[in-house]
């Protein structure tokens, strides 16, 4: 059976869970194999993640030369591993860099690219949804190796129970692939609420919170919900970018989401759209956000909030 | 300095957009505009003319895309850049990432073969595609460095710097001239077109390219020879909307409390 490589997404040495999706998603086309890049010392720890999420093989790549540099060391790692290895597909997670680094990849391998993909068929047959969530698109890579970003959130990380093999593997790196250099890096502070792309339920906030963020978050925390926000609340400079929700911030498909004083602009609409189940409040019954609701509620969000986060707590006692 | 700013023509976000029989979007038959993030990257490239008013800088906005798609090459210009150019042929029609970036790779030599150029500026994503991929294919082509997804541009002499807002960190991005600079909608709203602007845009230079033109063989794009093939594209039924409760007497938060409850949710 062919391998698939899939890029390790990880913050010192931990492993996301999107990449565990990727494993499971791999397993479907071949035999699933990691490519961890990072310190060594790392890899072996995060290869015992790996294997237990179907990841027969880890390449484990020393990072030395490459972590000072954006995307494209990355990419010519992976493009040496193309060639030694001749993959049924590579996969990577659908963020500003794995979508970057896909890209650079399929240049250098003559390999055809599907950004942003919700679901793999065996025959590697990808699903996206397009135009805000308005068209589901079926396609397939027709030359040279499959090379595919994923979604987050699209599949469920299955426990396999694989050897998770550590093989060291030594890439060169170009002097070209070092032009663009990392200056400085701020991690960004944890907030202790599910990450929004990974979230069951994200509870959101736009132009009628009128800054005030403390009803959404209390019901995000009653509900153990991440906190998204609309454009308009991040260009008004109340959250952080990192928060929006839509077309030029994430794209998040829980199980619920509450929108909450948020008019419902195709911007928006086209990063949750696809979400499960949509409940919205909003003081104007005319907001278009109330033709995608299972359920609305016309009414001020910050008498509405503050009620229903009491009631969640005394249901869930 | 010479600065390229690559806009693309996208069928308008805010209209029924749809694809043609052969599962390519339709870019004819619904209206079209120049993609909103690409309208970032032309004020961008504007303010760093301005910033820099002391050098003889250019900004060219390239396009490639149908007859129509001029329109978005206008707009750029309606904005303040200086020239256009616009690749059209039927060729191109259908063309994927790979033929995408491949055309625009090489109107970007020619340019560069012309007067030497320092900065390709690209919007973070198109509004129809939403790839994000292109400015990254570009500089794997044209063997730049990308310095890309910037919220905050700053450059000095041949250095530009910027801000990039990653899902784990924030990370400022350093490289040397010529390169290729994606901006983000963070960067600040892109200005509208004074009346003025309107009026100098006629005037201005506008060249339309064929593939002939800058050296690609049309066998290497389009629809036929794409390196990925839709099989299919359907519409998602509707979203059926939903009761809406009226919170008249205080009793909203109970009624969604039941309805979250009734999906076990609590």
Known sequence: MSEVLVLVDHVDGAVSKPTLELLALAGRLGEPSAVFIGPSGQGAEAATKLGEYGAAKVYVVDDAEVKGYLVAPKAEVLAQLVEKTSPAAVLLVSSYEGKEIGGRLAIKTGSGLITDAVDIADDGTTTQAVFAGNYSVQAKVTRGTPIVTVKPNSTAPEASGAAGTVEEFSATISDSAKKAQIVASQPRKASGRPELTEAAIVVSGGRGTGGDFAPVEGLADALGAAVGASRAAVDSGWMPHSFQVGQTGKTVSPQLYLANGISGAIQHRAGMQTSKTIVAVNKDEEAPIFELVDFGVVGDLHAVLPALTEKVKERKG | ?266
């Open chain 2, 1 to 266: 300095m010479n600065i390229v700013v690559c806009v693309k023509y996208v069928p308008d976000a805010t209209a029924d957009r749809q694809f043609e029989s052969d599962n390519t979007v339709d870019r004819v038959g619904v209206d079209g505009l120049l993609s909103e993030l690409d309208e970032y990257a032309v004020e961008q490239a504007l303010q760093i003319k301005e910033k820099r008013s002391d050098e003889d800088i250019s900004i060219t906005a390239l396009c490639v895309g149908p007859e129509k798609a001029v329109d978005a090459v206008r707009k750029a210009l309606q904005m303040g850049a200086d020239k256009g150019v616009h690749v059209s042929d039927d060729a191109i029609a259908g063309s994927d990432y790979a033929a995408t970036s491949l055309v625009l790779a090489k109107a970007v030599q020619k340019i560069d073969a012309e007067e030497k150029v320092d900065l390709v500026m690209c919007g973070m994503a198109s509004t129809d595609g939403s790839g994000s991929v292109v400015p990254a294919m570009l500089a794997e082509r044209l063997d730049y460095p990308q310095v890309t997804f910037g919220s905050k541009i700053e450059t000095q002499g041949d250095q530009v710097r910027i801000q990039r807002d990653g899902d784990v960190a924030t990370e400022i991005i350093g490289g040397s001239m010529p390169l290729v600079l994606s901006v983000t909608d963070q960067t600040g709203e892109a200005r509208y077109p004074s009346f003025k602007g309107i009026m100098a845009a006629k005037k201005k230079p506008m060249e339309t390219w064929s593939l002939g033109d800058i050296g690609v063989d049309a066998g290497e794009v389009g629809l036929s020879v794409a390196w990925t093939t839709v099989q299919e594209a359907t519409a998602r039924p509707p979203r059926q909307a939903g009761e809406v409760h009226t919170d008249e007497d205080g009793s909203g938060a109970g009624a969604l409390a039941d309805f979250l409850a009734s999906k076990k949710f609590i």
